[in-house]
């Protein structure tokens, strides 16, 4: 579940800026960075299904929450922003659930 809340954020973002919406071309570089470039650091301990990793992440994909509410304002992002949240929500969950229980079976 985190996984695929996971990967469904960079794709969505990566979709949404390069084809989807009208992003200048001298913006696309900065907004990818911006937006893509933190979800970068968690990938090697996501995949290789580290507690610790998950427990961090988990502050990242509110932050992805709040990005998805902010474009869910605009007219015109409205459809990208409901896919923030609902991937968020994905990714949030997943990691709590996978934080909770692969602790618990770690430590007992």
């Known amino acids: 579940m985190a996984l695929t809340g996971y990967f469904a954020l960079i794709i969505g973002i990566y979709v949404w800026?390069?084809?989807?919406?009208?992003?200048?071309?001298?913006?696309?570089?900065?907004?990818?960075?911006?937006?893509?470039?933190?979800l970068m650091f968690p990938m090697r301990g996501l995949l290789a299904g580290k507690v610790y990793t998950h427990a961090w992440s988990m502050y990242m994909a509110?932050?992805?929450?709040?990005?998805?509410?902010?474009?869910?304002?605009?007219a015109e992002g409205?459809?990208?922003?409901?896919?923030?949240?609902v991937s968020s929500m994905l990714f949030f969950t997943g990691t709590l659930l996978y934080t909770r229980y692969a602790g618990k079976r770690s430590s007992g």
Do not use: E, K
């Open 17 to 38: 800026h390069m084809f989807i919406n009208d992003t200048p071309d001298y913006a696309i570089s900065i907004m990818l960075i911006v937006q893509l470039g933190p």
């Open 62 to 74: 509110i932050l992805y929450f709040i990005i998805g509410v902010w474009y869910a304002g605009a």
């Open 78 to 85: 409205r459809g990208f922003g409901m896919f923030l949240i």
